[in-house]
């Protein structure tokens, strides 16, 4: 019996293990942007750039939860580590002194504002696959994907830059290059993997760039 009803956990979390850990995760991000609304709303700071954060991970929490199963997964851990590093680093400027300099914050704000906005739009050109780990769920053409291959991860790395110039220190600069460095290197392995989708060859040959149209 106890057998039998332990073949049928690993069946189910074997079935579900997608479902599950969507689940996990849209339980996380949705607790993480209330309670960081709540504490911008406490504290008199909920302005334009918290607001276009808290839009941001509202659509990303939602796209968690309703997003296509992974048609293949990149099984190498080392790969995914580089794919969660550069997903979490945005973390590590929570907490972090900022600059005092008023001309020094306007700049950023900008910065950090069409970022968010870029890559709200970014998030609703993938839609339903949208993913955080290396994985193919299906190749999205449209809106910014039709300029360059990594929309995503280019607002992202905008973004960090707007962090960077308001938060300006040792460490921050640090978790911009590693963060920076991460994402190129996440986009070349993950061009590796989805290589072997035909699909993804002839989206390569139409799309040439991958962050920035003409340039990179």
């Known amino acids: 019996m106890i057998t039998l009803k332990t073949v049928q956990l690993s069946e189910f979390l074997q079935k579900n293990s997608q479902t599950l850990f969507n689940s996990y995760l849209f339980i996380n991000f949705a607790g993480w942007t209330i309670w960081q609304s709540y504490v911008w709303i406490e504290a008199g700071t909920f302005g334009y750039i918290e607001i276009s954060f808290a ?5 990303l929490t939602a796209l968690v939860i309703l997003r296509k199963q992974h048609q293949a997964v990149d099984t190498n851990i080392f790969n995914q580590i580089i794919a ?10 929570i907490g972090q002194p ?5 001309i020094v914050t306007l700049v950023s704000k900008i910065i950090v504002f069409i970022a968010n906005i870029l890559g709200l739009i970014t998030l609703f050109n ?7 780990l290396i994985a193919f769920r299906e190749v999205k053409t449209q809106g910014l994907y039709g300029l360059v291959r990594h929309p995503m991860y280019g607002t992202d790395i905008l973004l960090r830059i707007g962090m960077t110039i308001s938060h300006f220190n040792a460490f921050t600069v640090s978790i ?3 963060s920076t460095a991460c994402y190129v290197y996440r986009a070349l392995l993950e061009e590796r993997f989805l290589n072997h989708q035909p699909e993804y060859q002839e989206y390569m040959q139409k799309v040439k760039y991958r962050f920035i149209p003409r340039l990179f």
């Open 84 to 93: 969660l590093i550069a997903f979490c680093s945005g973390a590590a400027f």
């Open 98 to 102: 900022l600059t005092d300099e008023s």
């Open 176 to 178: 911009f290059i590693v």
């Open 55 to 59: 839009v941001q991970n509202l659509v």
């Open 126 to 132: 993938l839609g339903r696959s949208f993913g955080i």
